[in-house]
């Protein structure tokens, strides 16, 4: 019963958020449960950060207290509608929790009681004694949600994985719905929702990371929250732009704080938002920001810990930290952006860098890429990473995706995948050493996080150039470099709107 | 040429959503033979007697047996217990402190020079060990490899404060380690620690 009301609250708080910021209709309920776990671990990490109480109950009540805090600044009061979603939410929801519950199925790692462990910590006010080890490689998401079993004596929330899982899947809907909506026939765009829907609910590691005790199941969903927000504020009509403003701001510290290469991703997610013309430029530069103080702040903990406990700093902690720095000096250039082909090359010169860096790891150690590719094919191809085909069918469709899909129209979901392709592999030579043969490799876990977007992409490329651009992509395809400065007559330009919200 | 990409085009995206049912096809018919050729652990679906992952993963992994019971069973049986070990610390494969702390729910470690190895003979206080089968399972190997790996000494009214002894060195992966509560302890030897 307790863990009823621990996602009932989450529920409400998600809602009361993306309501009071104007969001509407059915995908408020799985938004908000997604926004709601992203903001108490964004909470979560910032009370652990600073040595203050990490007990449930306070990271349960600041985040409840800064979510009616926030409704009350904007004077919100709720809709009869709005109560409707919420009451539709939480009628899903409890038969859900209990039904989860009661089927006994967890996936589990030895690893996954690392993450246990810092949940414990947390549950008991104890971070400040958390190893580097468990700093650096547990990170704070998976810890922080499942801490709040501690409020009702269990060691990890059961349902919140599943529960996430149900929700990501909705949100992959949801973002195919909204953004093609009016544009294309209702019938085609509910039937390739329920196809990206299917892909992701009979996918086998999919189901696997459904009941899974580790971190790839919230990176996923930031990732995807993230990119999808940043896509849908770029080129969306009829959603709040606000409400998706905050996915992305909340989505980019949880990318920072889950695992090591969560700032990689962070980063993948916010360039084409933050190179876009099509975002005014305050916003692009309140997302830097946020990136560079959460990059700033978590790594910096790090390295200060480590340093404070006589280990020399580390290029892994120091090297983000200082880079978060940057981002925070360079925020204020958004504003100078005006020229979207500068954007553009900007773009291609930080996808273009990190195949360069690749391939210098290359020269210098060959046999790592060798036996990376080795083991990933065997996990991929010879059935070794338990995926089956379901992998290389979904790489075939993104290529035809990349072929037919209109990259303007699509860039804030591409990018992030292609540019993540080289990352993959540089992490081989940045972390442990070559990929191997296996379900549990890191690797093939990995690709967990890259899927629901991947699937959120290829569904897209159906509809893409006409569709997204309903506003504006449809427009700027394809090359015009004034392009996103033209929007069709009658429709707003994205940044007309969110002047306008602001 | 115009016309040709803009057909290009249609055929491309119709192929993705023909792509796109292939796809959940081929997910659908794979999925219940890669549950079958994978372990219980990495099934998508494997229902247990039990959702709670620590009694799972004891009862039938020596992973989490070696690992994570001596310190989820210390937080079962002695809960907000006083941990004490020595100056060096413990090294142990899940790193000792934080383990004890979150996993054992300790309410303090705290470090005292002593000799972890000679400290005691542990064989003495036997009447004082609190049989493995009262907390852990008994599936498969279970018990063997609690007992090879860990135990603890305790009289029938725990003090709440237990000595960390490890009489084949640092615990490592699967090195044995004790938790000895102190009242078990002879006067003298507490005193030469300074604990009371």
């Not at chain 1, 922080?144 to 004596?153: E, K, M, N, T």
């Not at chain 1, 889950?258 to 309140?286: H, M, N, Y």
């Not at chain 1, 959460?294 to 290029?315: D, E, H, P, Q």
């Not at chain 2, 990409?5 to 993705?16: E, M, N, T, V, Y």
Request: glycine share 8%.
């Amino acid at each position: 019963m307790s863990e009823v009301l621990l996602i009932a609250l989450l529920l409400a708080t998600g809602w009361a958020l993306l309501a009071s910021l104007g969001l509407s209709g059915w995908g408020v309920v799985p938004l908000g449960f997604a926004v709601a776990s992203l903001l108490t671990i964004v909470v979560g990490s910032i009370l652990a950060v600073t040595g203050s109480p990490t007990r449930p109950v306070a990271i349960l009540g600041v985040t409840t207290a800064v979510t009616l805090s926030f409704v009350a600044v904007r004077r919100w009061w709720p809709t009869v509608d709005d109560v409707r979603v919420l009451a539709l939410g939480l009628a899903t929801a409890v038969p859900l929790v209990l039904g989860f519950r009661a089927l006994n199925l967890v996936s589990y790692h030895i690893d996954s009681f690392r993450y246990l462990v810092a949940s414990g910590l947390l549950r008991s006010d104890n971070y400040g004694e958390a190893s580097l080890n468990l700093l650096e490689k547990r990170g704070l998401s998976a810890p922080i949600v499942h801490s709040l079993a501690g409020a009702y004596g269990e060691d990890y929330v059961r349902s919140f994985a599943p529960l996430l899982t149900l929700a990501m899947i909705a949100i992959v809907a949801w973002f195919i719905v909204k953004m093609f909506e009016g544009i294309h026939p209702r019938l085609l765009i509910i039937g390739t929702a329920v196809g990206a829907i299917l892909l992701i609910a009979t996918n086998n590691r999919m189901v696997w990371n459904a009941f899974y005790i580790n971190d790839h199941l919230v990176f996923g969903v930031a990732f995807l929250v993230a990119a999808g927000a940043a896509w849908t504020i770029a080129f969306g009509r009829e959603t709040s732009h606000e409400a998706m403003l905050a996915c992305l701001l909340l989505a980019l510290p949880v990318l920072v704080v889950t695992r090591a290469e969560g700032f990689i991703a962070a980063a993948l997610v916010l360039l084409p938002f933050a190179t876009t013309t099509a975002v005014t430029p305050s916003w692009r530069s309140k997302a830097l920001r946020v990136l560079g103080y959460s990059m700033a702040v978590w790594f910096g903990y790090v390295a200060l810990t480590a340093y404070s406990r006589g280990a020399s700093l580390s290029i892994e902690s120091a090297g983000p930290a200082l880079l978060g720095v940057a981002l925070l000096v360079a925020a204020p250039l958004a504003h100078r952006l005006s020229d979207g082909s500068l954007g553009r090359r900007l773009l291609h010169a930080g996808e273009a860098s990190l195949w360069v860096a690749l391939a210098f790891f290359v020269w210098r150690d060959p046999d790592i890429l060798r036996e990376s590719l080795a083991a990933t094919y065997e996990n991929q191809i010879g059935g070794a990473g338990s995926w089956g085909l379901s992998l290389v069918a979904l790489g075939v469709l993104g290529l035809v995706a990349l072929l037919v899909g209109g990259d303007r129209a699509l860039i804030q979901l591409r990018y992030p995948l292609t540019a993540f392709v080289p990352v993959f592999l540089l992490l081989a030579y940045l972390r442990e050493g070559a990929y191997r043969v296996g379900n549990g490799d890191s690797l093939n876990r990995m690709l967990m996080q890259v899927v629901p977007l991947l699937i959120l992409y290829v569904a897209s490329a159906a509809f893409a150039d006409r569709g997204a651009s309903g506003g504006r992509a449809t427009s700027a395809e394809p090359s015009s470099p004034e392009a996103e400065q033209s929007p069709p007559p009658g429709s707003l330009t994205p940044s007309r709107r969110h002047e306008k919200s602001r | 040429m115009r016309q040709f990409a803009r057909r290009f085009h249609q055929i491309g995206r119709i192929g993705l959503l023909f792509g796109i049912a292939i796809a959940i096809c081929i997910n659908v018919v794979q999925f219940r033979g890669i549950d079958a050729d994978t372990r219980h652990n990495y099934k998508a679906l494997h229902a247990y007697d039990t959702a709670d992952a620590f009694e799972v993963a004891i009862s039938r992994d020596n992973s989490a047996r070696r690992w994570v019971a001596p310190f989820y069973y210390l937080g079962q049986l002695f809960p907000d217990s006083q941990v004490i070990t020595p100056a060096d610390g413990i090294r142990s494969w899940f790193p000792f402190d934080e383990s004890v702390l979150a996993l054992g729910q300790a309410k303090d470690v705290s470090r005292v020079p002593y000799d972890p190895e000679g400290l005691l003979d542990l064989a003495e206080l036997d009447t004082y060990r609190v049989p493995s089968d009262s907390f852990a399972p008994t599936a498969g190997s279970t018990q063997r490899i609690v007992n090879e790996r860990f135990a603890y000494f305790a009289p029938s009214e725990p003090s709440g404060t237990f000595i960390v002894v490890t009489p084949e060195g640092n615990p490592g992966r699967t090195n044995f380690l004790a938790f000895v509560d102190i009242d078990l302890i002879d006067e003298s030897v507490r005193r030469g620690l300074g604990i009371r």
